[in-house]
């Protein structure tokens, strides 16, 4: 088993930053990649980033790409997700997600443990 807790949310205004971090435990962290999803209001959860088991491989979501930066610190159990530039449609619940594999993926089907969210709120 693993836990997730996300912490690092909260409101902030557009074009500000924020900088999301994810605490695991349970397991050997350098055995599973890490991503981000997201779910904002009457929609369905998305695909923000994710990353290898190494941080050696990443992938963004087009509409996060140049502006957020996810990595990872093995030694310290924790991903993180870096937000610059925020904008008032970033606003969502955002969730941490670790899949039984090292390889990065960007479909949520392929995440076996979740965290329980943490809300970003953007104000325009």
């Known amino acids: 088993q693993v836990q997730l807790v996300e912490s690092g949310g909260g409101l902030v205004q557009t074009g500000g930053s924020l900088r999301l971090s994810c605490a695991a435990s349970?397991?050997?962290?350098?055995?599973?990649?890490m991503g981000w999803f997201r779910q904002a209001p009457g929609k369905e959860r998305e695909f923000v980033a994710t990353?290898?088991?190494?941080?050696?491989?990443?992938y963004y979501a087009d509409s996060v790409k140049g502006r957020f930066t996810i990595s990872r610190d093995n030694a310290k159990n924790t991903q993180y997700l870096q937000m610059n530039s925020l904008k008032p449609e970033d606003t969502a619940v955002y969730y941490c997600?670790?899949?039984?594999?090292?390889?990065?993926?960007?479909?949520?089907?392929?995440?076996?443990?979740w965290g329980q969210g943490t809300q970003v709120t953007v104000s325009s």
């Open positions: 997600a670790a899949r039984d594999r090292r390889y990065l993926s960007r479909y949520e089907y392929d995440y076996t443990y």
């Open positions: 349970g397991r050997t962290f350098s055995d599973y990649a």
């Open positions: 990353i290898s088991w190494s941080g050696e491989r990443i």
